[in-house]
């Protein structure tokens, strides 16, 4: 009895491993694999060329693309074709990362945000709307109206392919 | 079957007919020669090297002739310094051929690394990308690697519009030619070309609209990368996401086979639609091929307008009911009155026709079928039998076309027909008017419209040299229209026709007969179940206590027959639409469209083929049989009205044509040459594999009683001299309601016009683009007139289903219309 009291006495001057959450967050791993967001470049434009990989890649179905094409005057991503329809089921996803890693342009990419709920099955379809992340300092919304000529390329030409 | 030869494959040693290509040859045995510029399909150019393969041949000792043997006995094989194209190289006795040697996979490492130094690789939004041969192959026998500078890669334009149809992607192209080469070689349409040379060299096309060809679609099935794609399906979908189904295309009667690609989709509210259609290959009715009408023509099937629920007459004006009123409220009108007159165009199915005939009959009612054209009982008897395939035709053969102008009516049979000219058969092309097959013809008989029977009529008395050359064929297929013929006009021609095929003793060859070209899908299913057209349909319809109209638009087609349908006592009519018809109906019903539910039709040749539910049904609506067998049961009369097959089972068991027949025999299937779709997609192209059935051909009725003399038919001479015969003509793309949602081919359609010859233009006063008068009697048009010298003189050209109500020929006066002041 002593023994338990003894221990009891110990534990009592020892920090505590509670955290009391939400005020206070555990930081977590560099590749831990969270919640997805639809990244952009820095003029605004989306990375995401609707080309459906992730979708195909996507081990429990999770995500559905409608691709269409931009126009100059409706520009959404630099190349000739985006996702007029992005929809990721939370509820579906297991995230294994596979999209990211099948994603052609690193439009994908899984953060460490794991704070998922919803109190309604339809609330865990993750829209593009919802998806994407905020427009960058300097960078316009997208649609954008851009000058003729300038996105010519059908995708983005990566800096380093085997980055 | 001609001499086989002997070869030596990978160490697999096969025979194959002498003259076939080691490619061919390859495939037969199972070995894939990978390619990009040969197609089964075309001649081979060898453009590409992909096919690189060691080939040896035996050593022949030149004194004696006999090969020369090793030391085991077996003969000595040279090989060459040199690979060599598996694409042009013909099998020779004793060849050996290796296609897995280390030489050979480096010759086909080095053709894919130099084909990628301009390719984009944009695979990700290419539409190609997942059935693209040249991504499978790169996968398959590429380096991996490049070692050319990425920097150096050519950027050229994206997005070059060949035509409204077609996009050119000039960095994905890698100059295989085979779109050039179907363009002229297959289409004969050569309206795109290569221009410049080197690295500047592109695929240009110089008509005008862009890519002038009704079977340009074709060439973005055959491209080995994503060069050419369609503007229907740009963007559309992955390959990979799309369910295919197979299904018939519903707009001739040649009835070629497609595949239906289905995909959920969010824009459509989350409903499945069709993304696009592809070809399903068929050797004895499409091959690989279709015509861009079956293509790009099924939107009128989504359409918007669409009937979406059931309308019923009440106190003057059509209300929206439900099904088990409208269906009561029919009955009821069906119930009071005698004289049922059902009629049927040939959008129905054979299930449709025969749960109609059936009720109709059992009201003592006529089953008249909505077509101006007849012969359909000549083609039940004469037509073609068994297995025949028009591409057993050849050498020794003839094909005799009259009165159609087989391009714009039905591309496929135009292909077939010209493939069989340029095989050696006879082709005799009888027309008023020159038509683009002319081209491949040996005899062309030119008549004026009103002479059209007494030059048939010729034919049978045997001395011309065309009439000789229809005797001494082995083979005879005869197809015929209704260009400038009245139906019983019409009639006649059928008539003679069977007469030549009786008297040149061709009748019972099964590759020899008569084969309609209907204008709709299955108005040869209307005429096997019983339906028959009717030479005074306006007196009918007036007189009738009840007309059932289905899938017909009389009150839209014709003045006449909207006034007769109003005498009529009780109308119910099944359409897709709210037609000119629908609006006068007591009763309409909304129908399933072909890619919502089960059926059979009928095609000219007699093939009877199944489409497939591709879509859920729009809401609300029915099969035509089943609303049939609905109101049969609230009528008293039992017919099977739930499932498709059982109706088929009802119709094959009543019907001798039809015996034997199920389901499940119309989807059988035998493997076809070439081998297409699979992993072969860098062989064929991309047209889908049949795996859901090649169909039936409907046995002939027997002869039976002698040919009958046929009517004497005079075709009404001009009434005065000036006089104009006013012809409706058929033009591929019209504005019929079930191609005007087809937004892609708006430029292209028809448009209501008058067509003249410069003479009778001239005699007239009037220039193209100016507006004439015509009219006969109460009948009366103001029409815009385009000059064309390919118009026949004292004739007017009019495009069918354009809004110019001219169902059959007419006599009309024509004077320059006083030009009104505008507003």
New interface residues.
């Given amino acids: 009895m002593l023994k338990g009291l003894l221990e009891t006495l110990r534990s009592m001057t020892e920090k505590p491993v509670t955290i009391q959450y939400p005020e206070v967050k555990r930081p977590v791993r560099a590749r831990f694999r969270g919640r997805h967001i639809l990244r952009r470049y820095e003029n605004g434009l989306e990375r995401c060329i609707g080309c459906a990989l992730c979708a195909a890649a996507c081990p429990s179905d999770a995500i559905f693309v409608e691709a269409a094409e931009n126009t100059d005057d409706e520009r959404y991503s630099p190349g000739e074709r985006y996702a007029r329809v992005y929809e990721i089921n939370m509820l579906r996803c297991i995230f294994c990362g596979f999209c990211e890693d099948a994603c052609p342009t690193e439009a994908i990419v899984l953060t460490d945000n794991y704070e998922l709920t919803f109190t309604d099955r339809h609330h865990s379809i993750y829209t593009k709307e919802m998806l994407l992340e905020p427009v960058p300092e300097g960078g316009k919304p997208t649609p954008q109206k851009v000058e003729p000529g300038v996105y010519t390329r059908a995708i983005p030409i990566m800096q380093d392919p085997t980055d | 079957m001609g001499k086989m030869v002997t070869l030596t494959i990978d160490g697999q040693v096969i025979s194959v007919p002498q003259g076939m290509l080691i490619v061919d040859a390859a495939k037969k045995a199972g070995i894939d020669i990978p390619v990009f510029c040969y197609h089964p399909k075309m001649e081979p150019v060898g453009m590409c090297r992909m096919c690189l393969v060691e080939v040896g041949r035996p050593v022949i000792d030149r004194t004696t002739g006999q090969p020369i043997l090793e030391a085991d006995g077996t003969p000595k094989i040279q090989f060459g310094p040199k690979l060599e194209t598996a694409c042009t190289t013909p099998v020779s006795e004793g060849m050996v051929v290796r296609t897995q040697t280390q030489v050979v996979a480096e010759a086909r490492r080095g053709i894919i690394e130099f084909l990628l130094t301009s390719h ?1 690789l ?1 695979c ?3 539409d190609k ?1 997942g059935e693209c041969p040249l991504q499978n192959l790169t996968m398959a026998y590429g380096p991996g690697e490049s070692r050319f500078q990425y920097e150096d890669k050519m ?1 050229l ?3 070059v519009p060949l035509g409204e149809l077609i996009y050119l ?1 000039r ?1 994905r192209c890698i100059l295989c030619g085979r779109c050039v080469r179907f363009q002229s070689n297959v289409a004969d349409d050569p309206v795109i070309a290569f221009s410049q040379r080197g690295r500047a060299l592109q695929i240009v096309t110089f008509s005008e609209p862009g890519f002038d060809s009704y079977f340009s679609g074709n060439t973005t099935d055959i491209c080995p990368v994503g060069a050419l794609t369609t503007a229907d399906f ?5 390959p ?2 799309m369910i295919p189904t197979a299904s018939i295309c519903p707009h001739c009667p040649v009835g070629c086979n497609l595949t239906l690609n289905v995909r959920r ?3 459509a509210g989350g409903r499945e639609v069709i993304k696009r259609v592809m070809p399903r290959q068929n050797e004895w009715v499409n091959e690989i091929w279709i015509c861009d009408k079956g293509r790009f023509g099924y939107h009128y099937t989504e359409s918007p307008e669409r009937l979406r629920q059931p309308l019923v007459r009440k106190n003057g004006r059509l209300e929206p009911a439900t099904w088990e009123e409208a269906l009561a409220f029919a009955a009821e009108g069906l119930r009071e009155r005698s004289g049922v007159v059902a009629l049927a165009g040939g959008r129905l199915s054979n299930e449709d026709f025969f749960n109609l005939y059936q009720v109709v009959t059992a009201r003592q009612g006529r089953a008249v079928l909505y077509s101006t054209m007849a012969g359909g009982d000549y083609v039940q008897r004469y037509g073609l039998s068994g297995d025949a395939n028009l591409a057993g035709l050849g050498k020794g053969d003839a094909v005799l076309v009259v009165a159609t102008d087989l391009h714009e009516e039905a591309p496929l049979w135009w292909l077939r027909v010209k493939q069989a000219a340029e095989r050696g058969a006879t082709l005799i092309v009888a027309n008023a008017r020159p038509t683009k097959l002319e081209r491949y013809a040996a005899h062309v008989i030119r008549y004026a419209y009103s002479e059209v029977l007494e030059k048939v009529q010729s034919l049978l008395a045997g001395e011309s040299p065309e009439a000789q050359a229809l005797a001494k064929a082995t083979n005879l297929v005869i197809f015929f229209g209704q260009e400038g013929l009245s139906l019983e006009a019409s009639e006649a021609l059928a008539t003679m026709l069977a007469r030549l095929l009786v008297q040149n003793g061709q009748a019972e060859r099964p590759l020899s007969g008569l084969v309609a070209v209907w204008p709709h899908a299955n108005t040869q299913g209307g005429w096997e179940i019983g339906f028959r057209p009717d030479p005074d349909l306006a007196h009918t319809l007036a007189t009738a206590g009840a007309v059932w109209v289905a899938a017909a638009d009389p009150a839209g087609d014709d003045p006449i027959l909207a006034q007769a349908l109003e005498k009529a006592g009780f109308v119910i009519v099944q359409d897709l639409f709210l037609t000119e018809t629908a609006r006068r109906a007591d009763v309409v019903f909304p129908v399933q469209a072909f890619t919502e539910r089960e059926g059979t039709w009928t095609s000219g040749e007699r093939r009877v083929q199944r489409f497939y539910p591709a879509v859920p049904e729009l809401e609300n609506t029915r099969p035509d049989f089943m609303i049939v067998a609905q109101v049969a049961d609230h009528l008293g009369i039992p017919l099977v009205g739930r499932s498709a097959s059982r109706v088929f089972d009802e119709l094959a068991r009543a019907l001798p044509a039809f015996a034997g027949l199920s389901y499940t025999r119309l989807a059988e299937v035998v493997e076809q040459w070439p081998l297409v779709g699979r992993g072969d997609l860098y062989y064929g192209g991309t047209v889908y594999e049949n795996t859901q059935g090649l169909g039936v051909r409907l046995a002939r009725m027997s002869a039976g009683a002698e040919l009958s003399e046929w009517p004497a038919v005079e075709i009404a001479p001009a009434p005065a001299d000036d006089a104009l015969y006013l012809v409706p003509v058929v033009r591929l793309y019209d504005q019929g309601q079930t191609l005007v949602p087809s937004h892609l081919l708006q430029q292209r359609m028809a448009r209501a016009a008058l067509y003249l010859a410069p003479a009778t233009a001239a005699q007239l006063g009037v220039q193209t683009g100016e507006r004439v008068e015509v009219s006969a009697g109460e009948w009366a048009e103001t029409l815009t007139v385009y000059v064309d010298a390919n118009v026949p003189v004292k004739a007017g050209l009019v495009p069918r289903s354009t809004g110019v109500p001219l169902r059959q020929p007419l006599w009309v006066r024509a004077q320059r219309a006083v030009l009104e002041p505008q507003p």
Avoid: L, Q, S, T
Avoid at chain 2, 234 to 238: D, E, K, L, S
């Fill in positions: 984009p944009d990700p939004i290419c990308g950027h334009a994206k997005h992607d960095e740009r963007f559309g979908a992955r990979w996401e989709e969010a824009a």
